[in-house]
Every structure is written in C-alpha cells, then in structure tokens.
C-alpha cells in the first residue's frame, strides 16, 4: 500500500513540474530533485538523472504549442544553445566528480535565485507590454545578423507586441552557465534561461518562456548522455 502511495505521490509531483515548467519555461527539475530527495530518500546524483530524463519529455509536451502559437523565437533559441550544449556537456561530467553536499548548497541558491527573479520579472513586465517598450532599444551587430527581433499576438492585451534583441554576445557567455547548471543540478537550465532573455536581452517574458521551453530539451538531452554512458 505504501508503495502505491509513494508512485501516486510522484506522479503527482511530475504533474505539478510539468505544468509549472510549461507555465515559466523551466524544465520542472528544481521540483523533481528535491522531491526525490527530500520526500522519497532517492541520492541527490541519481535525482539528478532521473530528472534529466524528465525535462526531455516536458520539454517536448510544453514547447510544441508555444511554437504552434508563433510565440517562440527559433532563431534566437538556435543562437543560445550553441552555447548552453557546451554547458551542459561539462555540468554533467562535473557532476560525477562533485560531492553530493555541494549540489544541495547550489540546488539551495538556484531556488531561491529562482523565487526571486520571477516575481521581479511579472512586476515589470506588464508595463512593458502595455506600452510595447520593447522596440525603444538599440540592437547590436549579431542582433542584427541573425535577425533576432521578432513579435507575437498576445491575447491578454488583444494586440501584437514587437520587440528588439540586444546583448546577444553576453546572452550568448550566460547561457553557458545555464547549460552547466542543467547538467550539473538535473534541471533543463530554464530558469537561466528565461532570466538572460528577459532581463538582459530585451525578450518579453512570454517569447523568453516559450523559447526557453523550446531550448531545454537539447540542453538536458546532452547532459543524459553522458549521464547514461557513465552509467
């Protein structure tokens, strides 16, 4: 019986990351790590593994509607994740050499960093939206190359929000810090990557979640990699 219990407790779990994950563009493994940890016992490394393994599949379920609904930035996603593969190639193999006790300090601050960034983003972004002060900006160089400015129907406001990319290059040096935290903490990296776009880069929230949701399955799909190889 208890064991039923434990298997309908994770499913639920699963359900509740997979929604928050589609909802923020993060791949739901800062809840499934501590929860495996914490409530089911299960070793913080393995934890990790398992939710490696679990941000592939909520990447795939969430991100298709995002892109169906023309909301995520292809190119932009494209350009950072050349950087964040990197990231998570070496987060996963630090993670077979790094204790466990330094992973639950990290886990710890990534939280909280997390908790914080979000609500400050929700704050901000609805005036900027409002006022679509998304173009008053000025693009760089490989902004402008690649094409990285798009817009989107937002149904909330009833109207198109256009906007501008700038500090692709230091979008670009960040994200390689988003991949090594998904390979090293189980977690797809969107809670960087959602903050980068948004914050640095001039992306509105919702394009920044819905390329985030589109760019996480890659991350966590080369960090379980290594982890399968390894064992």
Do not use: C
Not at 62 to 79: H, K, P
Not at 100 to 109: E, M, R, S, T
Not at 181 to 198: A, C, D, H, Q
């Amino acid at each position: 019986m208890l064991e039923v219990t434990s298997q309908l407790t994770f499913l639920g779990l699963t359900f509740v990351a997979g929604f928050l994950g589609a909802l923020m563009g993060i791949g739901g493994g800062i809840i499934i790590v501590p929860a495996l940890t914490i409530i089911f016992g299960v070793p913080i490394k393995e934890a990790i593994a398992i939710s490696i393994v679990t941000v592939v599949a909520t990447s795939i379920s969430g991100g298709s509607s995002y892109v169906e609904q023309r909301i995520t930035n292809i190119r932009l996603a494209i350009f950072l994740e050349t950087s964040t593969t990197i990231g998570a190639f070496i987060g996963a193999m630090l993670v077979l050499i790094v204790t466990g006790n330094y992973l639950y300090v990290v886990f710890a601050l990534l939280a909280f960093y997390l908790a914080v960034s979000q609500i400050l983003s929700v704050k901000r972004e609805v005036k900027r939206t409002e006022s679509n002060d998304f173009m008053n900006i000025t693009q760089d160089r490989v902004s402008r190359y690649l094409n990285l400015r798009g817009d989107y129907f937002d149904a909330a406001i009833n109207h198109k929000v256009e906007y501008l990319v700038k500090n692709s290059i230091l979008g670009w040096i960040v994200s390689f810090f988003a991949g090594l935290g998904s390979g090293l903490l189980g977690v797809g990296g969107g809670v960087f990557k959602v903050s980068i776009m948004n914050i640095f880069m001039n992306v509105p929230l919702k394009v920044a979640v819905a390329t985030s949701k589109f760019m996480i399955g890659v991350t966590a799909a080369t960090s379980a990699v290594l982890y399968f190889v390894a064992g």
